[in-house]
């Protein structure tokens, strides 16, 4: 899977530097969603605007409380509140999982279904992550993939469209209620609440593909 960076929106045609910041948005929410924030990007947080890429619209509050949250926490901080919400000895106090929030259940025919859709993709897990393909931050990889990426006959606009649909709508609102609803929650409830807020503009824009 090719790497990640940072920020904003909307659909767009393949060349255009909109449809980069909405790869870019999925990428930054990946990693957020993977790991605690380290000092360069608590940095970038530090001077980003507070302004939304779209001024005014569904994301101009959830914008602006990520960045707060990122200004009011430190490495430290944000690295034990990742660690009490998604790790742990035994079971994790929130499940960043799409079978657990499908079925109840890790590691079934949801996961199975995504392997194969990946397959299909010509995509697959790096062997050192120890995270299962259906793990959130996988899932938003894949996108910002499929929207960034070069081969024209994956990364396009339906097949977007089709692995949002099936791999990420269905319950990743979920993912993003139980973590707000944590009370260890602080920087995550504002993680989760810009990514229930993106996915719902998304899920407007395929929505509208599709009238």
Known sequence: MPDTDLRALSFATADDSEELARAELYGLLAGLWLAPPDAALLQQFAVAV?????????????WGDLVAAMRATTVAGAAAEHDALFHGVGRPEVFAYGSFYLTGYLNEKPLAALRTDLAALGLAREADRLETEDHIAFVLEVMRYLIAGDDIAVCNLEQQRRFFRQHLQPWVGELCVATAAHPRALVWRAVAGFTSAFIDVETQGFDLLES
């Open 50 to 62: 507070t302004q939304a890429p779209q001024p005014g619209g569904h994301l101009e509050a959830p």
